[in-house]
């Protein structure tokens, strides 16, 4: 019977994916590194929270954005109704890597899905990512604090109504 019972939880354990990084707590900003650039993102991890997103909000900084973190690896869609700002989307999966990269159009109510399940959604300013050479296959890394400044000389991003 024990057997049984230990078989039985393993199988159930190979089904689900990892939790999500521990301390992500909702609201918190957090650095993190996203190809090898770093980006502040406000994090977004309660269903209410993920439901609002970047909702309603009219401004956002060139080098932050909001991560979306689930409790388990799933197709979790995306959509624009009520966000003004121009976004991408990158889907990440439990290993960290972006499995796709998508444009999104302010207002529109079309939804975005990953190709396989995800445990993470990173939303920044449209072309944000092309900006920065991040691609699919690359890697998203939590960092302990904020990086060292950098020469920030012409890396303002667009400006106000301009996207790449």
């Known amino acids: 019977m024990r057997c049984v019972v230990f078989l039985l939880g393993l199988v159930l ?3 689900r994916s990892p939790p999500p990084e521990h301390g992500l707590a ?5 650095w993190i590194s996203v190809g090898g650039v770093p980006l502040k993102v406000e994090v977004a991890s309660t269903p209410k929270s993920r ?6 909000r009219e401004e956002m900084g060139w080098d932050e954005g909001m ?11 995306f959509w624009m109704k009520d966000t003004f700002i121009p976004l991408s989307i990158a889907f990440i999966d439990s ?4 499995v796709a990269i998508e444009d999104m159009e302010p207002l529109d109510e079309s939804v ?18 092309r900006a920065h050479g991040v691609r699919v296959g690359d890697k998203i890394e939590f960092l302990p604090s904020p990086p060292e400044p950098r ?9 106000r109504g301009e996207e790449l």
């Open 51 to 56: 439901s609002q997103g970047l909702m309603f």
């Open 112 to 129: 975005h899905l990953p190709p396989r399940p995800v445990l993470y959604a990173l939303e920044v300013h449209r072309g944000w990512f």
């Open 67 to 77: 991560l979306f973190a689930f409790d388990r690896e799933a197709m979790h869609g």
């Open 151 to 159: 020469d920030t000389v012409g890396d303002e991003g667009p400006s």
């Open 95 to 98: 290993r960290r890597t972006i």
């Open 13 to 15: 354990a190979c089904g």
């Open 26 to 30: 909702d609201g918190d900003k957090i």
